[in-house]
């Protein structure tokens, strides 16, 4: 149907980090709605990113660029799929 994913993860911070974790999104087709970051509070630089996704995790598109993005970030947690709204 009509899903949207929420996830969020760490990386690393190295140049050109964020833009790593982002490429498995444009290998399979799969459009980025929002992209927040905080804070870790836990040492300076280190952030997590917060991102909701068009398609559900389980869909086989998303569920490989998952795959692909939890090999090259620190930490990863899938928050949830959901219905979108009209």
Avoid at 20 to 28: A, E, I, Q
Avoid at 46 to 60: A, M, S
Wanted: proline share 3%; with cysteine.
């Amino acid at each position: 149907g009509h899903d949207r994913t929420s996830i969020m993860f760490s990386i690393k911070d190295r140049v050109g980090a964020l833009h790593d974790m982002l490429v498995p999104f444009k290998k399979y087709g799969i459009n980025l709605t929002k992209i927040e970051s905080r804070p870790s509070k836990k040492k300076a630089w280190d952030y997590y990113f917060f991102v909701d996704l068009q398609g559900h995790y389980k869909d086989n598109r998303v569920r490989k660029a998952l795959q692909e993005l939890e090999d090259k970030c620190t930490y990863l947690k899938i928050l949830g799929s959901y219905p979108t709204g009209e």
